[in-house]
């Protein structure tokens, strides 16, 4: 493993599990790049693409600690512990950087409608504050908050998330050497990748966790609305109720027709017949994480 300051970890934080995974370095993605194909054909887009991960730790939460800040903190700290031992040669001793993926339950969302072209980014995420607050009966001292001004600054697409988890993951990581550069839910991360692949009409991704339904509805330029639906057991055994939900958010928040909508399916593997029926196109969404073995493993990818 290069010693390059390059190299870095994806770390993935789910609801009952973490994965910690060792990142390619850049040096080494460019070294694979080459010995592949002449320099001249190198492309921007196979130096920026997502590093592969070399190797990775994953530790399961006690089944009683689920959906639980400290029972995620003592997971993290548990699989970095594992990923820095002796045995572990290509993580110890030395200092990573590290880029985090967390589960959207640890998080809110919202698109916030306004003028906010003149607005001050503290201003913005004031408003925010103030938004999660009065929607969620969240105390707003309590809140971190990240923003995203969309194109033509008359929305917003904001999360929030407990400051007491943001520290407590700071602190864990500090503890074992590792800085934290990159803090993100997973949702943020799947528009920024699946909005490249959408076409230029109404459309919707549509997330399905074991335990939350997420929709975010774009106009074709920017997202435009966001719904979230708490799941019970047994819902996530039905893809025609599953379709049936996203179509009615769609439609609570869209002025166009479900039937000329395309859907970009993330998440749990889910079948597409169902929404085919309701919808105008359903893709699976780039990075779906259906393909992993663990919540926490897919947040790892995203992560990398």
Known sequence: MSRSPSNRLAIGIGTCDVAVGVCQSRAERLWTLLQRREVKALSLGGLTAPLAIVSHRSVETPSDRWYNEEGA????????????????PPLAGR?????????????????????FRSMRKRDVEEVARAYFSDAFGLEGVSLAIAISVQAGGDAVFASAMPRSLLTGIQETCAEAGIKVTCLSPRLPRLLDRTQRD????PGM????????LQVAITDGSHWVAYDAQRLFPGETASD???????RTMFERWADESASTCAVFLSGNAVDTAPFERCFAKVHRATGMDATYASPALGLMGLAS
């Open 73 to 88: 903190l003592d997971s993290l700290r548990m699989a970095l512990a594992e990923a820095h031992s002796p045995s572990n």
């Open 95 to 115: 200092r990573h950087h590290a880029a985090i993926v967390l589960d959207d339950f640890w998080v809110n969302h919202g698109v916030l409608r306004g003028d």
């Open 198 to 201: 959408m076409p230029d009409l």
């Open 205 to 212: 991704i549509v997330v399905v966790a074991d335990d939350l």
């Open 240 to 246: 025609t109720r599953l379709a049936d939900q996203a």
